[in-house]
């Protein structure tokens, strides 16, 4: 069963997820899409993704926001 969590663990999570995406080997990345996807089913965590984090698709199929910072690909759904 997954953990339940807070807004302020929310964005460390995320944050944690970009740090291994943006700064990782590839099999860090892996992991970092892996959790990404696992935690995203949990509405608080969705929630704060898709409202807090503005992305935009680049041509390596991650997601940038407005400051050029990386984040997880999301899913197509």
Partial sequence: KKPELMVSENYRFIQF?????????VEEKNLAF????????????????????KLNFNEQQGLLDKDNKCYILLSSD
Wanted: charged fraction near 25%; charge should be negative; proline fraction near 3%.
């Fill in 17 to 25: 997820i970009d740090l291994l995406f943006e700064n990782g080997s």
């Fill in 34 to 53: 892996d959790l990404y996807h696992n935690y995203l089913v949990l509405p608080e965590i969705k929630q704060f993704v898709t409202e807090e984090i």
